[in-house]
């Protein structure tokens, strides 16, 4: 298996709902959706195993001071073999002048940030609004 990772914002509708339908997330039931979002990203880096999407990152960024990762997905079977943690590590990377990366994950995802070097902020709490589209 030979992973290559890319710097783009360029996806076709079938790339991204086959790697968002991959993990179950509903989001990719709206590839046209999702390729408009990878368009408006700060920054997106993927992984490719051939020529098939395999794995993403993005952010979002306020251009000086904060960036929010967004997106961090890897097809099931290609799980475990270190791309996200790379990924992971290109979001760092870029956005290494930045006072914070910031992300919301769920519980059972919080050793895998941990292992990045992302740190559970103490005293906060994640808020947000979630609406489907219909």
């Known amino acids: 298996m030979n992973i290559i990772f890319q710097d783009t914002k360029d996806f076709c509708t079938e790339e991204l709902q086959s790697l968002f339908l991959s993990v179950?997330?509903?989001s990719g039931q709206y590839?046209?959706?999702l390729v408009v979002a990878m368009k408006n990203s700060g920054v997106v880096f993927s992984a490719w195993d051939g020529g098939k999407l395999v794995g993403l990152i993005n952010a979002m960024d306020d251009g000086i001071m904060n960036a929010y990762i967004q997106y961090l997905l890897i097809n099931p079977e290609h799980q475990g073999l270190g791309i996200g943690k790379k990924l992971v590590t290109m979001i760092k990377e870029n956005y290494?002048?930045?006072l914070?990366?910031?992300l919301i994950a769920y519980n059972k995802e919080i050793p895998f940030y941990q292992?990045?070097?992302l740190e559970v902020g103490q005293d906060k709490s994640p808020m947000?609004?979630?609406s489907l589209w219909t």
């Open 128 to 130: 947000f609004i979630t």
């Open 115 to 117: 292992s990045c070097g």
């Open 31 to 33: 590839p046209e959706k």
């Open 96 to 98: 290494s002048d930045y």
């Open 24 to 26: 179950g997330w509903s």
């Open 100 to 102: 914070r990366i910031i």
